[in-house]
């Protein structure tokens, strides 16, 4: 089976602008999960969503959103970028829900704010 | 407030030798933790877990102890070689937080290097 993909691996915006990160799960997982990783914060969930519905959300502000569509490929949008958010977006998914069932990640999108 | 700590930024291990990275969990509704090791420039890949009906959990040289009672587990790594220097990620979730806000909490990490 393909692994996760990520699109695009790296990414250079400046303040104010809005970007959409996608992800392609393995076939067959119907959960995905968007998480932040910046230098020693390590990795800070953001959501996951599970047959197209946002299950849960973790402390982002609402410049952060995503979706799933009915194949199961998401994507996350950030409006009005700020400094603070250049950092590498990880997705991963699973067959069953996250917290109980091991995660495959992406190789991630490096997002960099000018 | 971080509920899943890993206190020790980094570790260096000679090859060959045991390596123990440990985490630390401040919430009592945690039941299940997994470790995660992370290469550069890829995504974190799943290594081992446990739950917590158990207080042992062993895979080939990996193995993960947890003591609940000092909400603490380890990962030791027996015995230590090249390919094993990554960064290790510990993480927890709660079957009881599930679709609260804090479902599944990473630590910051632990970047281990085996010396040769």
């Known amino acids: 089976k393909a692994g996760v993909t990520q699109t695009p691996r790296y990414l250079i915006k400046t303040r104010g602008q809005q970007v959409t990160l996608s992800c392609s799960p393995i076939s067959g997982h119907r959960s995905v999960s968007w998480y932040q990783q910046t230098p020693g914060q390590g990795l800070q969930f953001l959501f996951e969503?599970?047959?197209?519905?946002?299950?849960n959300k973790g402390n982002f502000p609402g410049r952060f959103s995503g979706r799933q569509f009915s194949n199961s490929r998401s994507e996350m949008n950030v409006s009005t970028l700020e400094l603070g958010d250049s950092a590498l977006y990880l997705c991963?998914?699973?067959?069953?829900?996250?917290?109980?069932?091991?995660?495959?990640f992406g190789p991630g999108t490096r997002l960099t704010v000018l | 407030d971080q509920q899943v700590k890993q206190n020790s930024p980094s570790l260096s291990v000679q090859e060959g030798r045991i390596s123990i990275l440990n985490c630390d969990y401040t919430?009592?509704?945690?039941?299940?933790f997994l470790w995660y090791k992370k290469y550069p420039a890829e995504g974190p890949t799943f290594l081992i877990s446990?739950?917590?009906?158990?207080d042992k959990n062993e895979d080939g040289r990996f193995t993960v102890f947890l003591n609940k009672s000092a909400k603490h587990l380890s990962l030791h790594i027996v015995p230590s070689q090249p390919g094993d220097s990554a960064v290790y990620f510990c993480a927890a979730s709660s079957y009881v937080l599930m679709n609260r806000d804090d479902k599944i909490i990473f630590g910051k990490g632990t970047r281990l290097h085996i010396l040769p």
């Open positions: 991963a998914s699973s067959p069953g829900v996250a917290g109980r069932d091991t995660q495959y």
């Open positions: 969503y599970f047959s197209e519905t946002q299950r």
């Open positions: 919430n009592s509704m945690f039941d299940y």
């Open positions: 446990i739950s917590s009906i158990k």
